[in-house]
């Protein structure tokens, strides 16, 4: 499970610096996924994540 978590953390890293290049701040991206905010900052912090949640945010931020 180390490896998983420490792959999703990274992905979460990853979407958090997609989300500051774009300049879109929590709310903004919420409005653009219908995620709310608290799911999105818990992306770059949690292992907790849904690959479904993930794929939302990277498809919102153009990272596919």
Do not use: F, P
Not at 24 to 52: D, N
């Amino acid at each position: 499970n180390t490896v998983r978590n420490d792959v999703i953390e990274h992905i979460g890293s990853c979407i958090w610096e997609a989300r500051r290049h774009k300049g879109y701040s929590r709310r903004v991206l919420s409005e653009k996924t219908g995620l709310s905010e608290r799911t999105i900052e818990k992306s770059k912090k949690e292992s907790e994540q849904t690959a479904e949640t993930l794929y939302t945010l990277i498809n919102a931020l153009d990272m596919s």
